[in-house]
């Protein structure tokens, strides 16, 4: 892959009324994001605004700097930290185009990173889906831009009309072909579980933003040698280890699934229920969060709102705060009486082990291994 590629301008729009620090932790989490996609930021701009342009997202001056600066610096990719409107995105395009750079909003660019780590069919498939949903307002958009032009030039107004008409209805045949080649996937899953249930295995998968350290947990507790990055990271194919439980002499399976990103719509999420099924259907929902991040709280809200929607019974989720040798002293206090470690340093984890031991009945059934 050639960086020059991907070499891009990074634009976020912010209100007047946000903070210096705010602004900036925004602009070093895109950073991160494009990194982790393969590009490089030759531009950071931050606009500030009450509101964003109706027409082209950020203000038409800013714009047409964009534009020159794009030239001149031989960029390839404008990134908008946000979520554009179709109109807006078909705007920004346009004034793009002429310097052949292409423009993504914050759901391109996850969408992409997805894509780059997908390797099973299945992530595909649901990427495609994710990517049919963002994309279609889009698609709409342009067929009644077209159909506008033609009948501006005299042609009749109706055929741009049956034009998005036409497109909608072949979105919506794709979305149903990609829905039912996932059910199959959905069943293989489903026998998967009943097996392991019929014979007693136990599972625990593990949830919660990316970078949280869910991949660290993972190897250690289970010893494996997974890949973890500081990195926004989107780990969309399931892995699965095995963990023993000393006090029920026993193990379980722990799975890593999918990070949960700042700003990812909750419909793209539900696009991602096949691979995250592995979790929905866990008997142990471990909600991995970085204890040493500011934003802890927050991003603990929005995952439990996430598990609810996906369906998770608030009695099979179990909270663990990671990362506790990065706390400062005194800053971000934990509650108290929460299941608190470091996948870094070990501290915590016999205790993460029986807390998670005693969310299964005792002596019951499940077999040891
Ligand atoms: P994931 O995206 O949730 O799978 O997170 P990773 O396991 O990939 O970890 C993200 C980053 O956090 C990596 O740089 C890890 O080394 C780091 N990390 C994970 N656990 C800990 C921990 O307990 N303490 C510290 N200080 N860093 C950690
Ligand atoms: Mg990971």
Do not use: C
């Not at 008409?165 to 998967?192: C, F, N, P, S």
């Not at 399931?238 to 890593?256: H, N």
Request: charged share 30%; hydrophobic share 40%.
């Amino acid at each position: 892959m050639t960086t020059s590629s991907h070499r891009a301008i990074l634009a976020d729009l912010i209100h007047f009324a946000a903070s210096k620090r705010e602004a900036e932790d925004r602009m070093v989490e895109l950073e991160e994001l494009v990194r982790t996609y393969g590009g490089v930021a030759v531009v950071k701009t931050i606009q500030r605004r009450a509101k964003p342009d109706n027409q082209t997202f950020l203000g038409k001056g800013k714009v047409e700097e964009l534009v020159k600066e794009a030239k001149e610096l031989k960029v390839s990719l404008l990134v908008v930290n946000h979520t554009l409107k179709p109109q807006q995105m078909y705007n920004l395009e346009e004034a793009l185009r002429p310097s052949k750079v292409r423009v993504w909003d914050r759901i391109d660019l996850i969408l992409n990173i997805f894509e780059k780590h997908a390797s099973t069919a299945e992530a595909k498939l649901e990427i495609e889906l994710a990517r049919l949903r963002h994309m279609g307002p889009r698609i709409y958009n342009m067929g009644e831009q077209l159909g506008r032009q033609r009948g501006g030039t005299g042609t009749r107004g109706g055929s741009g009309e049956g034009n998005t008409e036409a497109m909608k209805r072949h979105l919506r045949d794709q979305e149903r072909m990609i829905l039912k080649k996932l059910e199959t996937y959905q069943g293989v899953r489903d026998r998967q579980r009943e097996r392991r249930d019929k014979i007693g295995e136990r599972t625990v998968a593990l949830v919660g933003y990316t970078n949280a350290g869910k991949t660290s947990l993972l190897n250690a507790l289970t010893k494996r040698k997974e890949y973890a990055a500081n990195a926004l990271f989107a780990t969309l194919d399931t892995r699965v280890g095995t963990m023993y439980l000393p006090v029920l002499e026993g193990t379980a399976l722990l799975s890593d699934t999918i990070g949960f990103i700042q700003g990812l719509p909750p419909a793209l999420i539900a696009a991602f229920r096949s691979t995250l099924s592995e979790a929905i259907g866990a008997d142990v929902v471990l909600h991995v969060i970085d204890a040493a991040d500011e934003k802890r709280d927050e991003k603990i809200d929005v995952v439990d709102a996430i598990l609810t929607d996906l369906g998770v019974p608030v009695d099979r989720r179990l909270r663990v705060y990671n990362k506790i040798d990065a706390i400062g002293a005194g800053s971000f206090p934990l509650p108290s009486k929460v299941v608190a470690v470091s996948a870094m340093t070990g501290a915590g984890l016999d205790s993460l082990r029986d807390a998670i031991a005693h969310r299964f009945p005792h002596g019951n059934v499940k077999s040891k291994h």
